[in-house]
């Protein structure tokens, strides 16, 4: 299994429509790839700013690439990100895994 991890960040006031976007952009898009096997967000204010840490859980290379191309080292982002003024990091990480433990 791959876990595909990205990094964003709002101002606090725009959290939770930017919470609920997410869901509707990045989660949903993501679900709707053959060879996804879920999504995990965690959600963190710091001084004025939440942040946002999404895990993507994927069976293999190509259903990342079916989900954000052939650079997938690239963050996937939408148009309607810009609403929430987020700021997101511009690369993502891959990290193969053997297991997965619940919390």
């Not at 060879?35 to 710091?46: D, H, P, S, T, Y």
Request: glycine share 8%; net charge negative.
């Amino acid at each position: 299994m791959i876990v595909r991890t990205w990094h964003g960040c709002v101002p606090s006031e725009h959290a939770e429509g930017f919470a609920a976007h997410l869901q509707l952009t990045g989660v949903k898009h993501s679900h709707g790839i053959k060879g996804n096997l879920g999504a995990f967000v965690k959600q963190e204010r710091q001084g004025n700013w939440e942040h946002f840490f999404l895990a993507t859980y994927w069976a293999d290379l190509d259903s990342i690439k079916a989900f954000a191309g052939d650079d997938y080292h690239v963050a996937v982002t939408y148009p309607e990100d810009e609403k929430y003024f987020l700021l997101s990091d511009p690369y993502v990480f891959q990290h193969e895994v053997q297991v997965v433990h619940r919390l």
